[in-house]
């Protein structure tokens, strides 16, 4: 009888353990803004765009001092000279509504002079521009093994001209979800 009981035990424990939820979070909870970088290539009849690698770049983030009214290195650099990339993801603040980035490009472009046929070379090294981005943060639920993660809508973006040419923004929502939000033309 005992041995009756002890193998119903072991079989129930079994069953019990067997059937148990995974508690753990498989969901992405990393909310970055998605930038990518772009070429526009400008004829007389035509106008084209492509993807743009950028040889290496840094990427600081900056905070606002309302005592000097100016920006100052954070103790973050978000990318420490990383090579030849076609885009970057930055981390927006989450309980400010602004975020500031300082990215230093290092680039050279090769482009085709019509007229001679020659090659033609540009080198740009140390171009430093500084990237405003203001938001609005909203706390998002996931689930209950997962909690919760600040979003982002993007309100505007501003940007200096030393490298950039101009910047757009694609797609406002700044979540988990990877999708480019950001482009910027060289």
Same mark, same amino acid.
């Given at each position: 009888?005992?041995?009756?009981?002890?193998?119903?035990?072991? *079989?129930?424990? $079994?069953?019990? !353990?067997?059937?148990?939820? #995974?508690e753990?979070?498989?969901?992405?909870?990393? @909310?970055?803004?998605d &930038?990518g970088? %772009?070429?526009?290539?400008?004829?007389d009849?035509?106008?084209?765009?492509?993807s743009?690698?950028?040889?290496?770049?840094?990427v600081r983030?900056?905070? %606002?001092?309302a005592?000097?009214?100016? %920006?100052?290195y954070?103790?973050s650099v978000? %990318?420490?000279?990383?090579?030849t990339?076609?885009?970057i993801? *930055?981390p927006?603040?989450?309980f400010?509504? $602004?975020s500031? !980035?300082?990215?230093? !490009?290092?680039?050279?472009?090769?482009?085709?002079n019509?007229v001679?046929?020659?090659? #033609?070379t540009t080198?740009?090294?140390?171009?430093?521009d500084t990237?405003? @981005?203001?938001?609005?943060?909203?706390d998002?639920?996931?689930?209950?093994q997962?909690?919760s &993660?600040?979003v982002?809508? *993007?309100? $505007?973006i501003?940007?200096?001209?030393?490298?950039? #040419?101009?910047?757009?923004?694609?797609?406002?929502?700044?979540?988990?979800i990877? @999708?480019?939000?950001?482009k910027?033309?060289k």
């Open positions: 009888m005992k041995k009756t009981q002890y193998i119903l035990f072991v *079989l129930c424990m $079994t069953l019990c !353990f067997s059937c148990a939820v #995974d753990s979070c498989r969901t992405n909870q990393s @909310v970055l803004m &930038i970088m %772009y070429h526009v290539t400008q004829t009849t035509s106008r084209t765009v492509a743009m690698t950028i040889d290496s770049i840094t983030g900056l905070k %606002y001092d005592a000097t009214k100016k %920006y100052s954070m103790d978000l %990318y420490n000279n990383l090579k990339i076609t885009k993801d *930055l927006l603040h989450s400010e509504s $602004t500031a !980035f300082e990215v230093t !490009f290092n680039s050279k472009r090769i482009t085709t019509t001679t046929n020659i090659n #033609d080198l740009y090294i140390n171009k430093k990237l405003i @981005v203001t938001h609005q943060n909203t998002k639920y996931l689930s209950l997962c909690g &993660i600040k982002h809508s *993007l309100d $505007t501003l940007a200096t001209n030393n490298f950039i #040419d101009s910047i757009r923004i694609t797609n406002r929502k700044v979540s988990n990877n @999708v480019e939000n950001i910027i033309y």
